[in-house]
């Protein structure tokens, strides 16, 4: 019998606890050998969630054992991620990083010419990309169910109007890592570049609304090459959200109201090896077709966020392809960038070659 790989998550807040832990413990051929947190009431929770995992203070603790682990999880505040995944790099170690990879495209750019010289594993965890929303949306546009695709709307809105004062997110600058449009505008456009293609333009508003450094509600339109334009919004500060996505095309368009399942099932403690039918919609979350007067609900994809874990055990055992290429978020923080410029500017921002 082949041993599990053996993962050491840095981290256990929210993305560590709820998101990481439990798709590895899931995952065959995979195991939560390590967690590094320095919080008491975490290493409580290590110890009652994960009884055969290690329980480290520091990154130096993680790094003076490298040799016994085969990968490092980095599930920290933005602004650690490349330091930490390099150092995991430079120890030899495979590195899934949470997104954003860097704060810049720069900085994660370096951290990918780091891990091929070091002929090291390095991906970033879009977990996003198998939301049933997407996975169902794919398959028409592939399908040809919707024609040409002319317009692709995506939000993640949330009512948050008073800045909590405790998630660092809410707390930090832009700079430090803070703020709704590196948070959850990276998936919203890691998704539209999964589906659409290259970006050649960029008009952004990014605002800060309710008096913390972080900007907490912004609205980017991309123009793809292809032709395809995304209306992508980031916002906790909206009473009234609207429907998770709207994609019109020649033949018909695509409505779907609810977010994704999955992150709500994991932070209730599910975990996918218990739920036979995990990431499953029930009928009154489904998607509809429509097309002018007619409009038909239509079975949902399976969500599948243990598919990121599953293509990882694959790439390290068997060489098969990262689950996440991490060029991928590089060019997603390219058009976060070009986002910036464009709202200090107020005016639309070119996107070039790399």
Do not use: C
Request: net charge negative; charged share 25%; no cysteine.
């Amino acid at each position: 019998m082949v041993a599990a790989l053996r993962a050491a998550i840095i981290g256990y807040g929210l993305a560590g606890r709820f998101f990481h832990a439990p798709l590895i413990a899931a995952t065959e051929g995979l195991a939560v050998a390590s967690v590094v947190t320095s919080n008491p009431e975490r290493r409580a929770q290590v110890s009652r969630e994960h009884p055969d995992a290690r329980i480290l203070t520091s990154p130096g603790e993680l790094w003076e054992s490298a040799e016994n682990h085969d990968l490092v999880v980095v599930a920290t505040p933005n602004d650690t991620h490349a330091p930490l995944a390099g150092e995991a790099i430079d120890r030899g170690l495979a590195v899934v990083v949470d997104k954003p990879l860097a704060l810049t495209s720069g900085e994660a750019a370096a951290l990918v010419s780091r891990s091929e010289r070091a002929s090291r594993l390095l991906t970033v965890f879009q977990n996003r990309r198998w939301d049933s929303d997407q996975l169902t949306l794919a398959r028409f546009v592939s399908e040809d169910r919707l024609g040409t695709v002319l317009r692709y709307e995506s939000r993640f809105e949330r009512w948050r109007p008073s800045a909590s004062g405790e998630a660092w997110r809410d707390t930090s600058s832009p700079e430090e890592g803070g703020g709704q449009l590196l948070d959850l505008g990276t998936h919203l456009v890691d998704q539209a570049l999964v589906l659409f293609g290259p970006v050649t333009h960029v008009y952004a508003e990014v605002d800060a609304r309710r008096g913390a450094p972080s900007d907490d509600d912004a609205f980017l339109a991309l123009r793809h090459a292809h032709g395809a334009i995304s209306h992508l919004r980031a916002s906790a500060i909206t009473a009234a959200p609207g429907p998770r996505l709207r994609v019109l095309g020649t033949k018909a368009a695509f409505v779907v109201q609810e977010l994704d399942g999955q992150e709500d099932a994991l932070r209730s403690g599910a975990r996918p090896d218990d739920v036979p039918d995990w990431g499953s919609e029930p009928e009154s979350r489904w998607g509809r077709l429509v097309s002018g007067e007619e409009s038909t609900p239509v079975p949902s994809e399976r969500g599948d966020w243990p598919r990121f874990y599953a293509l990882l055990v694959r790439a390290l055992r068997d060489g098969g392809r990262s689950p996440v290429d991490p060029r991928d978020a590089v060019e997603t923080l390219r058009v976060l960038e070009a986002a910036r410029r464009s709202a200090a500017k107020r005016e639309v921002v070119g996107l070039g070659a790399p």
